[in-house]
């Protein structure tokens, strides 16, 4: 049960900052069904290859278990919808308090609940890029599953070969690929991101482990830069020691009492 001297607290500080930078990690949509990596019923437990290389380190060494791995992500994001604690970061966003999200997550769920300033640091699973020319198509989350749908009920095994026949085409004539970043590749949004981070005061660091890089280095860079840094999790992550405050539960819960919070100080 969290303290509420500490949900006061956050929104003190939150309504006396200039600049708020968001910062997510899978752990924010974990109550809106969607398996974070790293806990205990994350992907890594059972795949503990992909803890090092990723989804594509699995498919090398077990290409067999293409079509479990792929439809148990996908059948997480199928039927998802955002949860409190994305309607909060909306509201917060419209009541002129968070001015941008930096995000880990591809699963569209803050957009989805009304943020309009997200900084996708590692795509979104909902969009493609053509491997050739420099387009980009979003699909709607029907024609995403109708697509995937169609390629998993015939996948038996994975190589690159089976599947780049088998992706969407390009108005070029090229493939495209899923617009999201794998292991090793470059993260997006890296020059906004690190704009976003060098002029906020005050960061809002939720839902992750703090562990995987470059994103971590944002809250680092923060600090350093003097911003003060509030996190909420409902276990301490790599980053917590850094932190001014940290409010120890789902954001889903705590969220929402930060904003009513707010909301009856502004009363
Ligand atoms: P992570 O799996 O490493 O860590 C998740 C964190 O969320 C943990 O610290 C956990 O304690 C916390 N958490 C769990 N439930 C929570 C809740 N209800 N409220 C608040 N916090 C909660 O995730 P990460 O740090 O984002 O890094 C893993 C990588 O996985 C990222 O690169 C991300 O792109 C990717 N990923 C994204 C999604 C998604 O888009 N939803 C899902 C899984 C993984
Ligand atoms: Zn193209």
Redesign the pocket.
């Known amino acids: 049960m969290i303290e509420s001297d500490k949900v006061v607290e956050a929104s003190r500080i939150i309504c006396s900052s200039n600049w708020m930078l968001g910062f997510t990690?899978?752990?924010?949509?974990?109550?809106s069904g969607?398996?974070?990596?790293?806990?205990l019923d994350?992907?890594w437990n059972r795949y503990p290859e992909g803890a090092s290389g990723g989804i594509m380190g699995i498919l090398r060494r077990h290409p067999e278990t293409a079509h479990e791995l792929f439809s148990g992500m996908l059948n997480s994001?199928r039927n998802a919808t955002p949860n409190p604690?994305h309607h909060a970061l909306s509201e917060l966003e419209r009541m002129g308090y968070l001015k941008s999200i930096i995000t880990?997550?591809?699963?569209n769920?803050h957009q989805d609940a009304g943020s309009s300033k997200v900084l996708e640091?590692?795509g979104n699973?909902f969009r493609f890029r053509c491997l050739e020319c420099t387009r980009k198509k979003h699909f709607s989350r029907d024609g995403l599953f109708y697509l995937v749908d169609d390629i998993l009920s015939k996948m038996d095994h994975f190589s690159i070969e089976w599947i780049i026949p088998r992706l969407p085409s390009c108005k070029c004539g090229e493939p495209m690929r899923p617009d999201v970043v794998g292991f090793g590749e470059p993260v997006h949004n890296l020059e906004k991101a690190s704009e976003a981070t060098s002029r906020c005061d005050l960061m809002l660091i939720?839902?992750?482990?703090?562990?995987?890089y470059p994103?971590a280095m944002f809250p680092v860079l923060a600090k350093r830069n003097g911003a003060k840094l509030i996190e909420?999790?409902?276990?301490e992550?790599a980053l917590t020691s850094k932190c001014d405050l940290f409010l120890p539960?789902?954001?889903?819960e705590i969220l929402p009492m930060i904003v009513e919070n707010i909301k009856e100080m502004n009363r």
């Open positions: 990690g899978a752990g924010v949509s974990a109550e969607i398996s974070t990596f790293r806990d994350g992907l994001i604690g880990q997550n591809g699963d769920l640091l590692h699973a939720m839902g992750t482990s703090g562990v995987v994103a909420i999790n409902p276990k992550s539960g789902k954001t889903g």
